[in-house]
Nanobody
Framework: QVRLVESGGGLVQPGGSLKLSCQASGLTISSSSMSWYRQVPEKEREFVASTERSGLTNYADSVKGRFTISRDNAKNAVHLQIVSLRPEDTANYYC?????????????WGQGTQVTVSS
């Protein structure tokens, strides 16, 4: 059974930093595309950052230069380092794993970790 468990969220002041982590079990992240998404109430979940199996990374324009995604294949975990936090970064952050199984794309999601940016 695939399980993704996020951690590291919390309340932080504007300009502060956080490191989110996603611990995977039941799948090997080295064979998966790993991403972070975020969602606020009554809005659609939005893409934040991704890291492909090749190591290639991609970021939403709104987070470029402030967010850094990294993968630790040895520990089967993915991290999201966030600096210069803004109130608009407040959201529930979700870890996503995507892989191909028998020609089909399968997505797995964690339960999320809340990030609140407020003074």
């Amino acid at each position: 059974q695939v399980r993704l468990v996020e951690s590291g969220g919390g309340l932080v002041q504007p300009g502060g930093s956080l490191k989110l982590s996603c611990q995977a079990s039941g799948l090997t992240i080295s064979s998966s595309s790993m991403s972070w998404y975020r969602q606020v109430p009554e809005k659609e979940r939005e893409f934040v950052a991704s890291t492909e199996r090749s190591g290639l990374t991609n970021y939403a324009d709104s987070v470029k230069g402030r967010f850094t995604i990294s993968r630790d294949n040895a520990k089967n975990a993915v991290h999201l380092q966030i600096v210069s936090l803004r109130p608009e970064d407040t959201a529930n952050y979700y870890c996503n794993a995507r892989r191909r199984i028998l020609g089909n794309t399968v997505n797995y999601w964690g339960q999320g970790t809340q990030v609140t940016v407020s003074s």
